[in-house]
Each structure stands twice: as C-alpha cells, then as structure tokens.
Nanobody
Framework: QVQLVESGGGLVQPGGSLRLSCAAS????????MGWYRQAPGKQRELVAA??????????DYTDSAKGRFTISRDNAKNTVYLQMNSLKSEDTAVYYC??????????WGQGTQVTVSS
C-alpha cells in the first residue's frame, strides 16, 4: 500500500504562487499516472491535473480552470509529484490531494494540504 503525504499549501494573496509536493512511500509510483485533486468546502473532490506514468512519459492534462496556471510534474527518483500553481484565484481555495488516477487502483487518501487564496 502506498502512503501519500501532501505539503506546500498555505495562505497566499490572489495572483500569488505555491508549489505543492506529494511524497509517496511504501512502493514506487513511477509506473502509475498520478493526479492532483482538490476539494473545496461543500463541493466534491475534483481532479485538476494529471501526469502520465514512466511507461508513457511526457503527458499532462488539466482542467480548464487550471490550464495555463498550473503545472504538474514528477520526480520518480524522489517518488514525488509536484503541482506548481501560479496566478492563484480565490476559487482555487481548497484542500489539495494527490493520488493514482486509476480509480480501481486508488490508494488511501492522504491528509491533503490546505490552499487558501485571500487578500
């Protein structure tokens, strides 16, 4: 079983940037496509960015709201996935999580990292 620990969140002003990290342990995650998800208060968890596995490297996809502002990346040597978030908006406020994008192989969710965008 893979354990996931997200970090890097915080309070940032609109227009600011944050870099989130997702450190995995227990097994290598390089063979899995990974995603960053977020859950805002009162809303369902949603996928905002995904990155392909080492079996099919070089692909990333984003929701329309994240395109042009967020960049997902991974360092397989460190077993870590990142999310660079720029030009943050108040509507980006949420708890951010990472996980396997394959629902049938999804691991237990980590504690997430809170991102609050506010002036």
């Amino acid at each position: 079983q893979v354990q996931l620990v997200e970090s890097g969140g915080g309070l940032v002003q609109p227009g600011g940037s944050l870099r989130l990290s997702c450190a995995a342990s227990g097994s290598a995650i390089s063979i899995y496509a990974m995603g960053w998800y977020r859950q805002a208060p009162g809303k369902q968890r949603e996928l905002v960015a995904a990155i392909s596995s080492s079996k099919n490297p070089g692909y990333a996809d984003y929701t329309d709201s994240a395109k042009g502002r967020f960049t997902i990346s991974r360092d397989n040597a460190k077993n870590t996935v990142y999310l660079q978030m720029n030009s943050l908006k108040s509507e980006d406020t949420a708890v951010y999580y990472c996980n396997n994008v394959d629902v049938s192989n999804r691991w237990l969710w980590g504690q997430g990292t809170q991102v609050t965008v506010s002036s």
